[in-house]
């Protein structure tokens, strides 16, 4: 129970930022995503469990689905660290449909 409480409020302060930035003024929102998130990442990325770190990275991207430079983070993630082909294929697929005209998203 203390390690689950532990994890649950080291993650804390991270969806309290996600919360506030889906709450931020019309043309701040994307910008305060993009920080709470990528902080969000960061974490999961320190944790041993790398499902946990696919999961932000999941929200992450359907919060900004036309984010390239997310997209590439993610891809390089579950191509280097998850090594899931079927994942990996997937997530590609999903970041050339989301980003076409970006030229490094169709080179990975």
């Known amino acids: 129970h203390a390690k689950a409480a532990a994890a649950a ?21 994307a910008a305060a995503l993009s ?19 696919q999961c ?7 919060s900004a689905p036309t984010d390239p430079a997310l997209w590439r983070r ?5 191509d280097n660290t ?8 997937a997530a590609h697929a999903r970041a050339v449909r989301n980003c076409p005209t970006h030229g490094d998203t169709w080179a990975a």
Do not use: C, N, Q, W
């Open 9 to 29: 409020a080291a993650r804390r302060p991270h969806e309290d930022a996600v919360a506030a930035a889906v709450a931020a003024p019309a043309g701040d929102v």
């Open 35 to 53: 920080k709470a998130y990528r902080a969000y990442i960061a974490l999961e990325m320190t944790s041993k469990d790398p499902s946990r770190a």
């Open 56 to 62: 932000v990275f999941e929200r992450a991207v359907t």
């Open 74 to 78: 993610y891809t390089s993630y579950l």
């Open 82 to 89: 998850l090594k899931v082909r079927t994942l990996s294929v």
